[in-house]
Nanobody, 112 residues
Framework: QVQLVESGGGLVQPGGSLRLSCAASGFTFSNVAMSWYRQAPGKERESVAHITWNGASTYYADSVKGRFTVSRNNAVNTVYLQMNSLKPEDTAVYYC?????WGQGTQVTVSS
């Protein structure tokens, strides 16, 4: 049974940083790509970042490019999203995704 558990969200001021973590279990983590999505209030879910099985390739939405960094540690079955220079428009629930499986999400709020 696939389980994805996000953590690390919270309230941060504009310009601040947060690091999200996603602990994965129930599948061979080191064999698969992983993604982060987000959903802001009243908006559709959008892809934020994607990382290949070995971390060799990454993808970012234009809105976060240069500010967010996705990484993974296959030894501990965890994928990360380092978010810097946060903006109010980054406020959303952030989800860890593998294939059709989604975590429960973690709330990120950027506000002064």
């Amino acid at each position: 049974q696939v389980q994805l558990v996000e953590s690390g969200g919270g309230l941060v001021q504009p310009g601040g940083s947060l690091r999200l973590s996603c602990a994965a279990s129930g599948f061979t983590f080191s064999n698969v790509a992983m993604s982060w999505y987000r959903q802001a209030p009243g908006k559709e879910r959008e892809s934020v970042a994607h990382i290949t099985w070995n971390g060799a390739s990454t993808y970012y939405a234009d809105s976060v490019k240069g500010r967010f960094t996705v990484s993974r540690n296959n030894a501990v079955n965890t994928v990360y999203l380092q978010m810097n220079s946060l903006k109010p428009e980054d406020t959303a629930v952030y989800y860890c995704v593998q294939g059709d499986s989604w975590g429960q999400g973690t709330q990120v709020t950027v506000s002064s």
